[in-house]
């Protein structure tokens, strides 16, 4: 069952300060919409500062690996990019369903290397969003089930404190396909 | 007047890499495209994304007791210890040992100095836990050595090189990453060119295989965590690289003016012809998305040798096996070479030897001029699926005999800080 402990908006709220801070820019010309890399001017490195960032913020562990990454090892080589480094339509359609809610235009047979410029705002709120829906039922460590939420961001057990864990993202790419294989 | 540059040969060079203990045995296994690349026995890497690296085997390195060198030792890190290695035999083949006025003889090194271990800084923590330094603890225990202090600084590997091969003449470090070695050679190059001294001993070292030195690669996703053998982890150019492999070694050269190489009669190994060095001034980790840094850094060199695009008839590259260096090493080339950049051949010793950081460059130099001595190309091995935007002859899997007389090598570091060295065969 997903818990919905954390607003959308809240989520959108703290992913834009991070990458306002993590980038140095100012919070107002973020919109959920712009594109890290083409529109706000984030480098390779910034990626990985504001993932650390929201790590922090929300103690989710952000996926080390990409979703083609994950796919080439589960379904095999070539099966997200192909011979001339293009995406593959089962790519296309793994990463259109994967961020179903950032209106990203993914295409089979785009360049790998457009993809990176295609992480917008909306699209890291949607993998956060992804990452806090695995709260489990019941607290790993005393079995509780009420989860209570520290200043906005950090949800904790109500009965005995503990950090609530979290599906880490790796993890979770990975079932997320597991489940897709199956299904079809 | 102005007086002329002087001309400035190699007279000397020398190695130690994870598939030579010295420049012979590197140049036959490289020939023979075989892996340096192991699972790393330096440190534990349990748990960590990359378990792999190119290690040099210890029984190439000299052995300091018998030269009654121990007090040496003791402010040596492990890269001086291979730095040394590859001096000795530069050294003995140029028989730098035979000149008679030390003042003129420098010594230009490429080196980081040696990471602090885990234990060294848990160690020291503990002398520091309540917020005030005991010092006199410390001292006291014994443990914790103050000979780590020289471990640590680049500088002082510099300075005990001088010291061992009597070198009186200007002694500096270069400190740019993967361009030190390079750099170390091109700067060492305008020193003789200038007057200023008559040989320089001059490359680069690294020994980085421990957590300290690792760990900051891995966070920032630099090395291949995919690979289905180690030895296959390194393809510089193919289409399934996914990171570079760390590896340690070092690389010397002997430079020397050419007025005074003929005349104590030492030989001639190849002719340093130009140097160029540059900076992306973009961004820290990412390449000039046109590869503008190592464009300029390659043309310098051309120009600095008095040739053209043209005249160039091989390319030591870059070539990490990361994904963007060797696409816009290859847009580099391209652009540089224009038509005939196809016809030319590239090939990354990083293939096999994996990355040696700030020795590289100066491994790289020492095998350019093997190969045009010995009129052959060495290969990028591991190369097994072309990649599109890698377009040139990558001279893939196995060496190739042409002779060929002018050649370049490439080194692009972290950071943007570009060199690029242009030998030719030694002409009258």
Sequence with gaps: MKQNLIPEQRVLEEVTKAIAEGIDIHPAIIKPESSLMKDLGAESLDFLDINYRLEQSFGIKMARRSVLDHMEELFGEESAIDSDGKLTGKAAEVLSMRYDGAGLQIQAGMDMDELPSMVTVSSIVEVVMNLLDTLPDKCVNCGAGNWSLQEETRIQCGSCNEAASFTSGDDLTQDWLKQIQESK | MQQKEKRVVVTGYGMITPIGKDSRQTFENAKNGVSGISLLSSFETEGLPCRIGGQVDDSGLNDFTAKGLQGIEKCSSRGLKLMISAVSEAAESAGLDSIQNRNRIGVSLGYHGENPSVEDLVLLHRYGGAGVWDVSGLTKTGVYSFFNFFRRKPDVATSILSILFNCKGSSFTIVSACAAGSQAIGEALGI??????????AGGSESNL????????????????????????????????????MSEGAGALVLESLDHALERKAPIFAEVLGYGSSADAFRITDIHPKGDGAVFAMQRAIADAGLTASDIEYINAHGTSTLQNDQIETLAINRVLGERAKDVPVSSNKSMMGHTIAAAGAIEAGLTIMGMNNGIVLPTINHEFPDPKCDLDYVPNHARKLEHGIALSNSFGFGGQNACLCFGKFRQ
């Design chain 2, 192 to 201: 003789i060119r200038e007057g200023r001294a008559d040989a320089m001993i």
């Design chain 2, 210 to 245: 421990n957590f300290m030195g690792f760990v900051g690669f891995v966070l920032i996703r630099a090395l291949s965590e995919r690979y289905s053998s180690p030895e296959k982890a390194s393809r510089p150019f193919d289409r399934k690289r996914n990171g570079f492999v």
